[in-house]
């Protein structure tokens, strides 16, 4: 039987349980207000980041404070 390949969702996972492991809380702040983690579109709710964002399609954008956030997104 041939080994079945990684894919894009086994990447998502592996990035929230690390971010998790050094202490992120990676529920999505929209939902949750401790939340510090938005995945894929979800950062497309927060109207100030989808502006600035613009055409950019993060995979992740973590909360650090209200006024910086940390954008992670391949090309």
Not at 1 to 29: C, H, Q
Not at 48 to 55: A, D, F, P, S, V
Request: charged share 30%; with cysteine.
């Amino acid at each position: 039987m041939a080994k079945s390949k990684d894919t894009e969702v086994d990447a998502y996972i592996f990035i929230k349980e690390n971010l998790k492991t050094i202490g992120w809380d990676i529920r999505n702040p929209a939902r949750n207000p401790n939340g510090e983690v938005y995945t894929q579109n979800e950062v497309f709710n927060h109207s100030e980041l989808k502006k600035c964002l613009g055409q950019l399609k993060p995979e992740n954008v973590v909360k650090y404070r209200w006024e910086c956030m940390a954008v992670f997104y391949h090309l």
